[in-house]
């Protein structure tokens, strides 16, 4: 059995109702909720921006480079427990210094996690800046220019965020600059939004993989280009459920892009939201499905081929 690889995971999305508390308690946060259970009774969404109000409501707790630190080191936990060997983790930095959190306490407290993990759990992960696409673009830009002097810190750049009305090719601009950087790009689209999100992503932005991308599977066209060329696309069933995306996991695409030649792979999302992490989408999705063993050997290996990892540590994980 190959290791799992995590690409698509929101840093702010493996906050658990626990750490919420804990963290409030920390901070002195008043919080609007009465419990943990109440809490997680919230957690019932319409869709993605349903979704995003108490994500970024809760992420209010967050304040100093030890929270940060001690939220990336829990997840690193939880992730080894379920046999990741190497993640690539989203962090969402308007989110926090729109609330005067200095970026660089975001990106030392990251590091500083992951920096823990990898002397006691053998976890190897890099960070993935990504951009809020339902705020200006100028913001984007700034907070591109505000990290800049950290992008030896950083593996690459995302968007993120409501899709629907925030087309990639608003932030061509910001996407060349990260190039310049030295920076990789990826991007989330076809989500919610158009097949022609995805398009516009690899076009415009030259994304090089995508994230979630389901409704790819709209246009014909883009399915044999993705086919041809390979693009990885970073699959969340249980986010896709949650966020009524696709009805139920019986009924989720995944089977249906494996079978159509495309490089996808399984990954979590915000998995203290949507019920579970990578392990247990992994462990759902093949029982809805019936995948078979080829199958599950396919969506592993293209998890680690698509990592933005050295041949040398690639070779290992293969
Ligand atoms: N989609 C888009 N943006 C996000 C998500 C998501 O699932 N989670 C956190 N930011
Ligand atoms: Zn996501």
């Known amino acids: 059995m190959k290791p799992l690889v995590e690409l698509h ?9 626990e750490m919420v508390f804990d963290l409030a308690t920390r901070n002195n946060i008043a919080l609007p909720y009465a419990s943990v259970d109440a809490l997680r009774e919230l957690m019932e969404f319409d869709d993605l921006p349903s979704f995003l109000d108490l994500y970024y409501e809760c992420c209010a707790v967050l304040r100093t480079r030890e929270d940060f630190r ?8 939880r992730a ?10 989203f962090f969402d930095p308007q989110t926090h210094t729109l609330r005067g959190v200095p970026v660089d306490d975001v990106i030392d407290g990251l590091l500083d996690g992951i920096a823990a993990a990898r002397d006691d759990l053998e976890v190897t992960a890099g960070l993935i800046l990504c951009f809020l696409r339902d705020r200006p673009v100028a913001e984007a830009a700034a907070t591109l220019e505000s990290a800049a002097h950290r992008a030896g810190d ?3 750049v995302g968007l993120d965020s409501a899709e629907v009305g925030y087309p990639p090719h608003l932030f061509a601009e910001v996407f060349e600059r990260a190039r310049e950087l030295g920076l990789r790009t990826v991007a989330h689209a076809g989500e919610e939004g158009p097949a022609a999100y995805v398009s516009e992503a690899l076009d415009v932005l030259r994304a090089e993989r995508i994230d979630h991308g389901i409704r790819s599977l709209e246009d014909p066209v883009l399915v044999e280009r993705l086919r041809r060329e390979q693009t990885p696309l970073t699959i969340c069933p249980f986010s896709n459920v949650r966020l009524r995306a696709v009805a139920d996991l019986a009924g989720h695409p995944l089977k249906r892009m494996l079978d159509a030649g495309l490089n996808v792979s399984i990954h979590s999302d915000d998995p203290a939201y949507f019920g579970g992490y990578i392990d247990d989408n992994h462990r759902e999705i093949e029982a809805a499905l019936g995948l078979s063993a080829s199958d599950l050997d396919t969506l592993a290996t293209n998890a680690i081929n698509s990592a933005f990892i050295t041949d040398e540590r690639r070779n290992e994980l293969l």
């Open 154 to 156: 950083l593996l690459s």
């Open 80 to 89: 080894a427990a379920a046999g990741v060997a190497h993640a690539e983790i």
């Open 70 to 77: 001690d939220l990336m080191l829990a997840y690193l936990r």
């Open 9 to 17: 995971v929101h840093i702010e999305g493996t906050l658990e109702p």
